[in-house]
């Protein structure tokens, strides 16, 4: 089994800041069982596929006996004047049990039809289950990186403040000019800017993890490592086409869509079924005459045979429309097929991007550092401008926010991998959430009723409302990135290890 395990993946994208809130760092595995557990959309598609579940046993419901009685007590209020001997009340009661023989195949691929459906409807839950915890990684790292990336220019901000003081103060001397000044208080204004946008795009994404999560983002750490990645597209292609929820299901759908067929040929072919019943009668006592007896008992068997000859052409019209939808679900079996070979090419292909830039981040960022110690240092003996210092700090503010960036998206590049493979399940994950949801344990109950009066528990939510969490804000604890304190001189990345991201900022010389 694929597991999570614990590394300093991305210990260099950990927090440049981190929520001020709760007091608990929550990890990556909380935030995956919380939604797991707690989910809405996750427990909607559960109970989806509990519905198709019953499916089953409505079609076996066809094939097996059917008893039905009827009563009827009646009362002549008015009766003819030539009628002697008819009574003045009666109780009648009938029986009749039926239990079909041949149904041309109708009951039986019903039965196939709806239990692949059911294979289909746990593949769309594998789907779903997957496309939640894609969407739960990529909120965890985008709260990582928006709060990265606020700290980031709140610390540029507090620079620059500082750099227009100085400025001022060296124009009062007449060290620097008017302009020297105006272009400081220009690129302070620029940085707030930035400042405020960066922290409603934080805002949205910690709102984004209350919506999946259902819980506020609390102290977070740094992700655990991915499972060992593909090693190349061709071997991720080849394991996404057979384990990829979605294809799965497309395929499902394709095989649920050939017994359809089956069933509609079934309505031109006879139908052949027994059948006993039994009447009852009792005028008690008002028939007239003394004739006829006062009660009676009745019973009769037979067999029936039911031949269409002539249904106005809706067998055919039916047989042709689900021969249609058969050829449109393997239409789509083959999209899906499609989709899947793209989605996981284009994954791998970030992925691999995303480590290349993380290295040339890292560079530019090392650089960047000693491109603005030089030139402060040169600008103190006149060498250089302000503005030549100012672009100097944008330089290094633009790269260091492109390595968390990139660091991110790495992440979720690596894990949008594995679940379009087909391997970013609750059970892939090894995560430590108690029993795991069994599909299979509703459908054998399901299939085994008999009961007309067994209904299931009574509907209730299962997912909270998230409508009492507080609004939230964009404060974050101010803190450099270990990784932004990284010597200027760094190693490349070996390319060639299980998880080339995984340099830790004191292994870099």
Same mark, same amino acid.
């Given at each position: ?403 968390? =960036? %990139? /660091?991110?998206? @790495?992440?979720? $590049? ?5 679940? #379009? ?6 059970? *892939? ?36 409302? =998230? %409508? /009492?969490?507080? @609004?939230?804000? $964009? ?5 450099? #990135? ?6 200027? *001189? ?20």
């Amino acid at each position: 089994m694929r597991v999570f395990r614990i590394s300093r993946l991305l210990m260099g994208v950990s927090m440049a800041v981190v929520s001020a809130s709760p007091t608990v760092a929550e990890t990556l595995q909380d935030a995956l069982i919380a939604a797991y557990k707690t989910n809405p959309t996750l427990s909607a598609q559960r109970a989806a596929l509990n519905a198709t579940d019953e499916e089953v046993a409505i079609a076996k419901a066809d094939g097996r006996p059917s008893l039905q009685s009827q009563s009827n007590y009646s009362e002549n209020v008015l009766t003819a004047a030539n009628s002697f001997v008819a009574p003045s009340r009666q109780i009648t009661s009938q029986a009749q049990i039926s239990l079909p023989i041949y149904s041309g195949g109708l009951v039986r691929n019903s039965i196939k039809g709806a239990e692949t459906r059911v294979l289909q409807g746990r593949a769309t839950l594998r789907g779903t289950e997957s496309d939640l915890f894609v969407g739960v990684v990529q909120a965890y790292m985008n709260v990582i990186r928006d709060q990265a990336i606020v700290g980031l220019n709140d610390q540029n901000l507090r620079v620059l403040e500082t750099n227009l003081q100085a400025s001022k103060d060296r124009f009062q001397v007449g060290d620097l000019t008017r302009t020297d000044v105006a272009q400081s208080e220009a690129r302070l204004a620029q940085a707030r800017a930035n400042l405020q946008s960066a922290e409603a795009n934080l805002i949205t994404s910690r709102e984004t993890y209350i919506r999946l999560v259902g819980a506020e983002p609390g102290d977070l750490a740094p992700p655990p490592e991915l499972p060992k990645l593909p090693a190349g597209p061709d071997e991720a292609v080849q394991t996404a086409l057979a384990d990829s929820p979605a294809l799965d299901a497309a395929r499902k759908a394709a095989d649920a869509g050939r017994y359809d067929v089956r069933v509609a040929r079934a309505a031109r072919l006879p139908k052949v079924s027994v059948s006993a019943g039994g009447n009852y009668a009792n005028y008690l006592g008002t028939f007239a005459g003394g004739v006829q007896p006062q009660q009676f008992t009745q019973a009769q068997a037979g067999l029936t045979v039911t031949l269409p000859l002539y249904q106005g052409g809706r067998p055919a019209a039916q047989v042709r429309q689900a021969e249609a939808r058969e050829s449109q679900a393997i239409e789509l079996k083959t999209e899906a097929e499609r989709g899947v070979v793209s989605q996981v090419r284009s994954a791998y292909a970030l992925w691999r991007s995303s480590l290349d830039v993380i290295q040339s981040s890292i560079v530019a960022v090392n650089a960047n550092k000693l491109s603005l110690e030089g030139v402060r240092a040169e600008n103190s003996v006149g060498n250089r401008t302000i503005l030549e210092i100012l672009n100097a700090e944008q330089e290094l503010l633009s790269s260091q926010v492109q390595l968390v =960036t %990139a /660091r991110r998206d @790495a992440y979720v $590049a690596g894990f949008m991998l594995l679940a #379009a493979t087909g391997h970013a399940e609750m059970k *892939d994950l090894g995560l430590d959430g108690g029993p795991l949801y069994s599909p299979v344990a509703h459908y054998e109950h399901a299939r085994r009723q008999l009961s007309d009066w067994a209904d299931g528990p009574r509907a209730e939510a299962i997912a909270p409302s =998230t %409508a /009492r969490t507080r @609004a939230q804000d $964009a404060k974050v604890k101010a803190g450099l #990135a270990p990784l932004l304190d990284a010597p200027a *001189d760094s190693a490349p990345v070996d390319r060639s290890s299980p998880n080339p991201a995984n340099i830790p900022p004191s292994k870099q010389k």
